[in-house]
């Protein structure tokens, strides 16, 4: 049993492993020289932004996985079988996951105040990232009360699809793409705490392997759209009888109050 336990978690791992790659090729198909962009809250012009169909794949891959789980005999077995293997093995319990699921969000904001620039500017990143994570919410919640899968653990029916999954996948996406064109290396660095976050959720018995695959897929995807949005969204805080050297007028601040982590947003008419 021990033999099928790792043999699943290397399933998991070899997905990680695929979308580097697979990231990594559309970087290189995609890319184009780009200068520092000065990390401050004002900025003169909207960047534009296309949608990339081969970034879907992947996500589309993974949703299709989990969705084709909740049916197929098969695949509903390999969730059993995994829960039953993790289970026989009572692993400790830790919930980081909680946390892990924000690292690579949280390392793009640190990166940034050390003078490591990423692609977008302070205010420009905190407008995509909350984007995602409204976006990701938008799929997942609804999804989670149609579906009725019941957890692992019995403790209600919001099993399908991982909400912690598709944060932590969506937050690893926004590192890739901050600096997928200037260090690809450090791009990729999320996705190790994304992998950890899925894991750990099954570990914890709170989401069975078919809910982690698709939370990670409508993480990806979460990020894909908020960043093919963003231009629109620009365009609309600013205002569009604006002059494109005017100081912009709207500031996007994240803000940690009362172990509360939210968005603080100011804009004058």
Excluded: C
């Excluded at 018995?205 to 809910?211: A, F, I, T």
């Amino acid at each position: 049993m021990k033999k099928h336990f790792q043999k699943n978690l290397m399933y998991i791992l070899v997905l990680s492993s695929a979308l580097s790659q697979i990231n990594a090729q559309n970087t290189k198909d995609t890319m184009t020289v780009q200068k520092p962009v000065q990390d401050s809250i004002i900025k003169a012009e909207i960047p534009k932004s296309n949608l990339n169909y081969k970034s879907l794949i992947i996500p589309a891959a993974f949703i299709s996985y989990g969705v084709a789980g909740l049916t197929m005999n098969n695949l509903k077995k390999l969730n059993v079988s995994t829960k039953v293997e993790i289970n026989e093995h009572q692993p400790t319990q830790i919930k980081l996951d909680n946390y892990t699921q924000y690292a690579p969000a949280v390392i793009v904001y640190g990166l940034n105040a050390m003078g490591v620039k990423g692609k977008h500017n302070l205010r420009d990143r905190t407008i995509i990232y909350a984007s995602s994570q409204l976006i990701a919410a938008a799929f997942t919640m609804p999804l989670k009360y149609l579906v009725k899968e019941e957890r692992p653990d019995g403790s209600n029916t919001l099993s399908f699809p991982s909400g912690h999954a598709a944060t932590a996948f969506s937050s690893a996406q926004f590192m890739f793409r901050e600096y997928k064109d200037t260090n690809f290396w450090l791009s990729i660095s999320g996705y190790p705490f994304a992998v950890f976050t899925g894991v750990y959720r099954m570990l914890n018995d709170k989401h069975w392997l078919g809910d982690v695959v698709a939370g990670a897929g409508f993480g990806i995807l979460s990020t894909e759209l908020a960043y093919w949005l963003f231009p629109k969204i620009d365009s609309l805080l600013r205002g569009k009888n604006k002059s494109k050297n005017m100081l912009s007028s709207t500031m996007v601040m994240p803000f940690y109050q009362n172990k509360t982590v939210g968005i603080g947003w100011v804009k004058t008419f």
